[in-house]
């Protein structure tokens, strides 16, 4: 069983320089089969432009699913965006996150029912990431490792994962002692599996309301499947207004709860008690 209709969800808001650099990495994808799905939690014209942008050149299906800017409702526009999607298989990410050229095949050749994969990033400094062109990105250079070191990122194992040997690949994922965990940056499963769980908490706030979504597919059934090393993207680096203890520590009690009770149906979901 493959894919038959892959939908890439990026969100975003307010942050039009960078999703421009992350839809012509979408540009480049040798797989081309694919709907780009933005879910745009209230940014104001500049990114409205640069979809329309995009839109105009006619080389991406592009859906803008957006909603009036109240704050941070990241779960709350996802949602959106999957109840109205006909793909059966999408892959979650961000604005601010580049794809490598063959994001999407990869994805789409790992895929597996009673699965989601977990993707990895690697995150830039702010100079790399404000140095990076257009040019760089179509012709795939930001993704040579000697290529970053030029450009001032620090060199350390966390540029392994852009190693371009596929077995070495795949023994790092097999010893890496990290959990095939799911993070917004890089995963992807079944739109059903999803729809099951009754998508995103929207109780949850900044700061682990992925992981509680992938917490809750462990408990439908669904297993992780690590892939931090074969499938990436680069991280654009940038401050987050949004961040701040109080909603880590509400949120650590959600997630808390869930794997305390085990359950996976998101109550204040896509679904709502009183549809």
């Known amino acids: 069983m493959t894919p038959q209709k892959i939908g890439v969800v990026i969100t975003t808001y307010n942050q039009p320089k960078w999703l421009k650099n992350v839809l012509f990495g979408y540009e480049a994808q040798r797989h081309n089969n694919f709907t780009v799905i933005i879910a745009d939690d209230g940014s104001g014209q500049p990114t409205r432009d640069v979809i329309e942008f995009f839109q105009a050149r006619g080389k991406l299906t592009i859906q803008h699913v957006w ?3 109240r704050g941070f409702q990241k779960c709350q526009i996802l949602n959106k965006a ?9 892959i979650f990410t961000d604005g601010d996150c580049v794809p490598e050229p063959d994001f999407i095949s990869i994805h789409q050749s790992l895929a597996e029912p009673g699965y989601f994969l977990s993707g990895g990033y690697v995150k830039l400094t702010t100079p790399v990431s404000e140095a990076i062109t257009e040019a760089d990105i179509a012709s795939g250079v930001i993704f040579n490792i000697d290529w970053l070191k030029k450009a001032g990122q620090p060199s350390n194992h966390k540029l392994w994962k852009l190693i371009k040997n596929k077995t070495i690949k795949a023994v790092l994922n097999a010893v890496t002692p990290t959990k095939a965990t799911w993070n917004g940056m890089n995963s992807s499963t079944w739109t059903s599996d999803i729809k099951a769980c009754n ?5 949850m706030q900044y700061g682990g309301l992925d992981r509680e979504l992938g917490e809750r597919l462990y408990n439908h059934g669904l297993k992780g499947k690590q892939v931090r090393y074969s499938v990436n993207c680069l991280h654009l680096d940038h401050p987050r207004a949004y961040d701040n203890p109080e909603t880590w520590k509400k949120n650590y009690a959600i997630r808390n709860e869930v794997k305390r009770t085990g359950r996976f149906w998101a109550e204040n979901g896509i679904v709502k008690k009183n549809n």
Request: include cysteine; hydrophobic fraction near 25%.
């Open 82 to 90: 999957i109840a109205q999607t006909d793909c059966d298989y999408l």
């Open 199 to 203: 998508g995103f908490n929207e109780d």
């Open 67 to 69: 909603h009036e800017d």
